[in-house]
């Protein structure tokens, strides 16, 4: 079992930065390959980015590569999404994932636990 809580959200104006961060509970987070997702109103969830349990590998959603970087630090059990050139579809509720399994899935159906989400929110 693993409980996650986000938090570093608000409201920013476009080309800004924020820092979400994701702090899990249990001694097991290490085991786990996590993601960071986004749905905004009237969308469906989708995927931001991902990162292997070791750290080693990363993977992003073309609509965030080059601004967004995902980072994790297993000894303090958080996983960070820094987050840099906003932009106003930036906009949405971000939540991070735990996904059980050794390779990086884009697919919410593959986390097994999720957060309560932090919303984001960029002015133009």
């Known amino acids: 079992q693993v409980h996650l809580v986000e938090s570093g959200g608000g409201l920013v104006q476009a080309g800004g930065s924020l820092r979400l961060s994701c702090a899990a509970s249990g001694r097991t987070f290490s085991s786990y390959t996590m993601g960071w997702f986004r749905q905004a109103p009237g969308k469906e969830r989708e995927f931001v980015a991902a990162i292997l349990r070791s750290g080693g590998f990363t993977h992003y959603a073309d609509s965030v590569q080059g601004r967004f970087t995902i980072s994790r630090d297993n000894a303090k059990n958080t996983v960070y999404l820094q987050m840099n050139s906003l932009k106003p579809e930036d906009t949405a509720v971000y939540y991070c994932?735990?996904?059980?399994?050794?390779?990086?899935?884009?697919?919410?159906?593959?986390?097994?636990?999720w957060g309560q989400g932090t919303q984001v929110t960029v002015s133009s």
């Open positions: 994932a735990a996904n059980g399994g050794v390779v990086i899935s884009t697919t919410p159906a593959r986390y097994d636990y």
